[in-house]
């Protein structure tokens, strides 16, 4: 029960904190989602930061990584939002706009995994 209100708690932070990157970033005259995005690339960074410095230190347990690595990075990033938001450039026909997103978007994610896991060296 502990650990599902670990991540419950996590998860309801993540979420508020993207719904305000979102509301800051995501505006009408923009027609990319920046606020998106931005979570996701943070969100990537943090939890490679996260798991790296769990798998090196002994002192991060179980439930600080349920906390931050599933519940707050798992309520902060959204591929949901990232596939409706696709679906809408492919719907409108901006084929450039949806394979910009999609592909920078898987890139700088799995760079910023590797740059969060990197930084933990230096700790």
Known sequence: MKQ???????GGFGS???FVIGKWLNTTENSFPYGTFSANILGCLLIGFILGYAAKSETFNENQALLLATGFCGGFTTFSTFAYENQGFLKSGDFTSFAFYTIVS???G??????????????
């Open 16 to 18: 508020v904190l993207r």
């Open 106 to 108: 898987f890139i700088v």
């Open 110 to 123: 799995f760079l910023a995994v590797f740059a969060g896991m990197y930084l933990v060296k230096f700790i």
């Open 4 to 10: 599902l209100l670990l991540v419950f708690i996590g």
